[in-house]
């Protein structure tokens, strides 16, 4: 597609459940990355693919996230259990393998 | 340890002033890149720039000009004759290796009032 897409926009769910956030990143973009924005900060780093694996997951806050991209392109950025403090704008981006990151719309997370 | 530093929380100027927006970063890699994004009410981050550590030229594309220096770990963003439409928040980001997460400063919020 002609940029990053990133679905849903906006995502409310209770506490204690699970979800699921979806990044369609730039056709032939081989690297991908999730990062994490709360109001007023910059996006913080979670996950980083090159291909179809995690090179670098080191930003992941705990156990209840996960991401996938099996097959190099779409990823989804999986949450288990949410809690309040997993409300924030989710951001995907994409690049070349060396070039600069493109970045999507952000799905906005609402936990409450 | 990487880190981006964006003193300058908010700037608000009138339209047609000149702004500078700082950054310092640290970083104990001899290799890496420093970039700006801008961030519109819209949301979506929009690239700017991307500058490699081994060029310390100066860059300027129409009303934006960067000024890199090695020696002060400062990459500064200057915007002349501001418009309304500049009003966004700017993010320095700095990243360590070719490929690779980016470590991202805490913005300046700018705001340019006719």
């Known amino acids: 597609g002609a940029g990053v897409s990133q679905t849903p926009s906006n995502k409310v769910t209770e506490k204690g459940k699970y979800v699921e956030l979806r990044c369609d990143p730039i056709s032939g973009h081989t690297a991908l990355y999730w990062y994490r924005q709360s109001l007023g900060q910059g996006p913080e780093f979670l996950i980083y693919?090159?291909?179809?694996?995690?090179?670098?997951d080191s930003g992941l806050p705990n156990d209840r996230f996960f991401a996938v991209r099996p097959e190099g392109s779409v990823s989804t950025l999986k949450i288990q259990r949410t809690e309040r403090g997993d409300s924030a704008v989710y951001l995907c981006?994409?690049?070349?393998?060396?070039?600069?990151?493109?970045f999507g719309q952000g799905t906005r997370l609402t936990v409450v | 340890a990487q880190k981006v530093t964006q003193a300058q929380t908010e700037i608000s100027v009138v339209e047609k002033e000149d702004v500078t927006l700082d950054c310092v970063y640290e970083?104990?890699?001899?290799?890496?890149?420093l970039f700006w994004y801008k961030q519109p009410p819209s949301g979506e981050l929009v690239f700017l720039i991307r500058?490699?550590?081994?060029?310390?030229q100066n860059e300027i594309s129409g009303r934006y000009s960067w000024n890199f220096q090695k020696s002060t770990s400062s990459f500064n963003f200057t915007i002349t004759a501001s418009q309304v439409v500049d009003s966004a928040v700017y993010f320095c980001?700095?990243?360590?290796?070719?490929?690779?997460?980016?470590?991202f400063g805490q913005g300046t919020e700018l705001s340019v009032k006719p």
């Open positions: 980001a700095l990243r360590a290796n070719q490929g690779g997460k980016l470590i």
């Open positions: 970083t104990r890699d001899t290799t890496y890149y």
């Open positions: 693919f090159q291909g179809t694996g995690a090179a670098d």
């Open positions: 981006a994409s690049s070349l393998r060396t070039g600069e990151a493109f």
């Open positions: 500058r490699n550590s081994f060029d310390e």
